[in-house]
T-cell receptor
Framework: DSGVTQTPKHLITATGQRVTLRCSPR?????VYWYQQSLDQGLQFLIQ???????AKGNILERFSAQQFPDLHSELNLSSLELGDSALYFC????????????FGNGTRLTVT | GENVGLHLPTLSVQEGDNSIINCAYS??????FIWYKQESGKGPQFIID?????DKRQGQRVTVLLNKTVKHLSLQIAATQPGDSAVYFC??????????????FGKGTKLSVKP
């Protein structure tokens, strides 16, 4: 068990809808990351937060947004969902903002129909 | 499970043999490297990391080798067990200033251990 908790485990929704994915980092970790894993793209970095502030951005679509709250949990919001957004979404946390192992949760499997 | 749509390299080994999983990384400026193991239905699990000022690091039953000259990373697993069956990913840090926390993942190698 990595200590990173993600909810929900599964999410099925229709195109055009909006969903929120939630992540609680390991105790003591200040940095939170979101990754997308799809069948054809592998693991792709979306965004990183450190102690409540956005630190780095990857290939995150404008329809997606995230935030990290004062209690360090994070949410990833996906809107105007398309079929191609179906994927596994992983949250990870680390104790330092760089050059530190990322510890991953078990992901949220999103299916857009 | 995950990654079934990708054409993943597959390594098949006999239980008890040693496994070597190879990875070519992309950026010569990367200075931090990690190996992850991903089992079906789970998130990537940290195995071992290495910084660019080292060329070898050992853990429990695992060894990571780094060859910066040819941008090559390998993971050696001693006495491979059925529980080692999984997809293994190498990852490098993003060398862009301000983004070094981000890890860039390789496509993965599927390890199958035959009992």
């Amino acid at each position: 068990d990595s200590g990173v908790t993600q909810t929900p485990k599964h999410l099925i929704t229709a195109t055009g809808q909006r969903v929120t994915l939630r992540c609680s980092p390991r105790s003591g970790d200040l940095s939170v990351y979101w990754y997308q894993q799809s069948l054809d793209q592998g693991l792709q970095f979306l965004i990183q937060y450190y102690n409540g502030e956005e630190r780095a951005k990857g290939n995150i679509l404008e329809r997606f947004s995230a935030q990290q709250f004062p209690d360090l949990h994070s949410e990833l919001n996906l809107s105007s969902l398309e079929l191609g957004d179906s994927a596994l979404y992983f949250c990870a946390s680390s104790v330092r903002p760089e050059n530190s192992p990322l510890h991953f949760g078990n992901g949220t499997r999103l299916t857009v129909t | 499970g995950e990654n079934v749509g990708l054409h993943l390299p597959t390594l098949s080994v006999q239980e008890g043999d040693n496994s070597i999983i190879n990875c070519a990384y992309s950026n010569s400026a990367s200075d931090y490297f990690i190996w992850y193991k991903q089992e079906s239905g789970k998130g990537p699990q940290f195995i071992i990391d290495i910084r660019s000022n080292m060329d070898k690091r050992q853990g429990q039953r695992v060894t990571v080798l780094l060859n910066k000259t040819v941008k090559h990373l390998s993971l050696q697993i001693a006495a491979t067990q059925p529980g080692d069956s999984a997809v293994y990913f190498c990852a490098e840090n993003d060398p862009v200033k301000g983004s070094q926390g981000n890890l860039i993942f390789g496509k993965g190698t599927k390890l199958s251990v035959k009992p």
